[in-house]
């Protein structure tokens, strides 16, 4: 007889680990099905214990241990994989069977009979260290064009199959994903695999089978999830788009692949590499500080390849116009040189991407006598005014929630409901009025609900003689090739967010559209005078660096503190009750609470709880357990990438 100490596999189970009898030893890594709250769940084993060896520690036990009535095992992940996914768990608060249950691939674990891995273990069995490991990372980073750091990537390829060591390239969303595919891949078609969660359940276990077995060195191009992927050659992980917001998990644990990638690097003895057209301020100051390598080349300038112009939309010619345009009520949309732009596309047969940050028609409803913003009946957050054909309505973007355009104001009852911004369908509806005979295209959410609509969308614009292609963010991905004309409609609402990742996000936003723009790049703003569009319209990647990096040490700001993001919802009548948990539970440690962004969901309140401890503090023992103890009420987030 055995005792079986099994991590469970699951989202809501804090409990690290369960003990198990088995009949047979089940070797550390191996899948298992287990018996938890009268449910059959699968596990993780971490260590197999004759039994004549724990005769005393079972006699003193508090509680009672069950069989394993199933003990059928698959040998499906490595243990390196199992400990770094133990070791991530302390960072992050979390349990380990939390952490593998948002790491593992749902079809490969649901079909663990399907599985044929012919490959041997590096490690034997035996109980993991459970602290996070202090030695300092081979790390490197290249911060260059998309051409140039795909060059380095193939090279890099190259010289690891010489050495007979696998690649495991890591991309934040598929379009990612199909474009290093499309790049790598020639001349190493038999040896180059893809996998994401879009694969039909066929091809991904016909894949992943495939990769485990192929003796010869492979190139893995995939999401995070697809680390666990029991190679044990992988000698290089490559963290490609590294400023990705996609990495980052917006659900419990909250884990960050990039953060996951570090640790299990570390337990393979592989090097990560980080590459983007912009680096994380983050990861730039632990280039600068020397925590971190240089891997081809970190790049400081992009040149400008078109012509630039930050116009100024807010000047007005002369006093007559600027009060017939109050007159009119009229918020100007399109500058002069747009106007130019888009007058010229049919004739020089030239292409335009129009950029703007918001969805629907007008971002904010509010009342012109009161000031109150219209919000959403369920969550309370602003709501978006959108139109169908000739009806409009309300939306929420965060709960979905839609509901009527209000005739009155809420709060004091006006009529004078006013909406205000630039959304996307507004700049469509514009241009279909102003200008003529113009084919436009669109990728927003939505629009286009999945990948293989958005590629449709970009495949039909670049096929075309001439047009527009309007886009939120979401389209930046989907840009693989030049574009004649860029103009930035607006993102002057961006600057107003109080979240201290945003000035990244907006230079990395700009610089973006800078690289694929071949002739004109209009920036539209009424902030002309704010240094960080001068600095991202002259590529100056460099001295926005030091600006950023200045400021966030001023105000103590990651990388120089670690945050972390307690957050409760409750019945208004019991919220005080959990903010004195908060208060009781964690009192040496400088905490402040207030409201959250969402402040309501349906009938609850939500309050936030934010600590802010030194960097080189984390992971501290002492607060990790106290967080820990809290109730599963509580949603905890190591380095919240929005703390509203």
């Not at 449709?456 to 670049?462: G, M």
């Not at 967010?497 to 559209?513: A, C, G, L, V």
Request: aromatic share 10%; hydrophobic share 35%.
């Amino acid at each position: 007889m055995y005792i079986i100490n099994v991590i469970p596999i699951s989202k809501s189970i804090q409990k690290e680990t369960l003990s198990y009898f088995s009949k047979k030893k089940i070797l550390a890594g191996s899948v298992i099905k287990i018996s938890l709250r009268n449910k059959i769940v699968l596990g993780i084993v971490v260590s197999t214990k004759d039994i004549r060896e724990m005769k005393t520690s079972i006699k003193t036990a508090d509680f009672k241990m069950k069989k394993i009535t199933d003990d059928s095992s698959f040998e499906i992940f490595t243990q390196e994989f199992i400990s770094a996914t133990q070791k991530i768990s302390d960072y992050y608060a979390s349990s380990s069977g939390v952490i593998l249950n948002s790491l593992m691939p749902a079809v490969i674990l649901q079909n663990p009979k399907e599985v044929s891995i012919k490959i041997k273990f590096k490690c034997s069995g035996g109980a993991f260290k459970s602290i996070i490991n202090k030695k300092i990372a081979d790390i490197s980073a290249i911060q260059d064009t998309n051409t140039e750091r795909v060059s380095r990537y193939k090279n890099i390829v190259r010289e690891e199959f010489a050495k007979g060591h696998s690649v495991f390239m890591c991309a934040p969303t598929i379009n990612d994903i199909e474009y290093l595919l499309n790049s790598v891949e020639k001349g190493l078609e038999e040896y180059t695999f893809v996998l994401h969660s879009y694969l039909s359940k066929k091809i991904l276990l016909s894949t992943w089978n495939d990769i485990c077995n192929k003796k010869h060195p492979v190139v893995i191009i995939g999401t995070g999830k697809f680390l666990s992927v029991p190679r044990n050659d992988i000698k290089t992980i490559i963290i490609e788009k590294e400023n990705s917001y996609s990495y980052k998990m917006d659900t419990r644990p909250f884990l960050d692949i990039r953060k996951f990638a570090e640790v299990f690097a570390k337990e393979i003895d592989a090097k990560i590499i980080l590459g983007d057209d912009v680096l994380r301020t983050e990861t730039l100051w632990r280039y600068k500080e020397g925590k971190i390598s240089e891997e081809g080349h970190v790049k400081i300038r992009y040149d400008n390849r078109a012509r630039v112009v930050i116009e100024n939309l807010s000047q007005k010619k002369d006093l007559n116009a600027q009060v017939k345009q109050a007159e009119e009520n009229k918020f100007k949309i399109f500058g002069e040189e747009l106007d130019k732009i888009i007058k010229g596309l049919s004739e020089k047969k030239e292409k335009l991407f129009l950029f703007t940050v918001r969805k629907g028609l007008h971002p904010i409803v509010l009342c012109s006598d009161c000031g109150a913003i219209v919000r959403c009946e369920n969550c309370n957050s602003p709501v978006i005014l959108y139109s169908q054909g000739e009806k409009r309505f309300l939306s929420c973007n965060l709960c979905n929630k839609k509901r009527e355009v209000d005739k009155k104001c809420r709060t004091c009852n006006s009529w004078r409901l006013d909406a205000f911004g630039i959304g996307i369908d507004l700049i469509e509806k514009k241009i279909k009025e102003e200008y003529k005979n113009i084919p436009i295209f669109k990728i927003d959410s939505d629009s286009v609900k999945t990948h293989k609509k958005a590629l449709l969308v970009v495949k039909s614009f670049n096929e075309s003689e001439y047009g527009i292609l309007l886009s939120t963010e979401m389209g930046l991905n989907y840009i693989k090739k030049d574009i004649e004309n860029s103009v930035i409609i607006s993102m002057d609402s961006l600057f107003s967010i109080p979240n201290f990742y945003m000035s990244e996000k907006i230079f990395s936003i700009i610089t973006q559209i800078k690289l694929f723009t071949q002739n004109n790049l209009i920036i539209q703003t009424r902030n002309s005078d704010e240094n960080l569009i001068k600095l991202a319209s002259e590529g100056n990647v460099g001295e926005f660096y030091r600006n950023e990096i200045e400021n966030r040490k001023k105000f103590a700001y990651p990388p120089f503190s670690k945050f972390i993001k307690i957050s409760v919802s409750e019945k208004r009548e019991f919220i005080q009750k959990y903010i004195d948990i908060i208060k009781t539970e964690l009192k040496e440690y400088n905490i402040s609470v207030y409201p959250s962004y969402r402040s309501r969901i349906k009938n609850n309140q939500v309050m936030n709880f934010l600590i802010s401890i030194p960097e080189e503090k984390w992971v501290d023992n002492n607060l990790l357990q106290k967080l820990r103890f809290l109730p599963q009420k509580f949603s905890i987030e190591v380095d919240p990438e929005n703390l509203l």
